[in-house]
Nanobody, 118 residues
Framework: QVQLVESGGGLVQPGGSLRLACAAS???????????ITWYRQAPGKQRELVAG???????NYADSVKGRFTISRDNAKNTVYLQMNSLKPEDTAVYYC?????????WGQGTQVTVSS
């Protein structure tokens, strides 16, 4: 799990954009393309919630709260999944985590902070 690393978080004004990346090391993911990758987020005092996911086939799903604003994509050659976040709102403020899942294999990153504030 420590070999799955999120990056790209930071402070952005409402309406701004950020691109998060979830990168897997070669030692952890022998075949990155088979994993389902999911972005989750957790805000203070709230439950962890699903944000977006992408399957090995490239099928995507999004939480209703981010549909039309966020886009998840993957670059298997780079062992990386991206979350493009546009039109950010203060309600998007949270720690964002990525998860890689394939049957009995389940990995989590350490998270990256996203703060949307003016």
């Amino acid at each position: 799990q420590v070999q799955l690393v999120e990056s790209g978080g930071g402070l952005v004004q409402p309406g701004g954009s950020l691109r998060l990346a979830c990168a897997a090391s070669r030692s952890t993911f022998s075949t990155f393309s088979v994993y389902r990758i999911t972005w989750y987020r957790q805000a203070p005092g709230k439950q962890r919630e699903l944000v977006a996911g992408i399957t090995s086939a490239g099928t995507t799903n999004y939480a209703d709260s981010v549909k039309g604003r966020f886009t998840i994509s993957r670059d298997n050659a780079k062992n990386t999944v991206y979350l493009q976040m546009n039109s950010l709102k203060p309600e998007d403020t949270a720690v964002y985590y990525c998860n890689a899942y394939f049957h009995a294999l389940d990995y989590w990153g350490q998270g990256t902070q996203v703060t949307v504030s003016s």
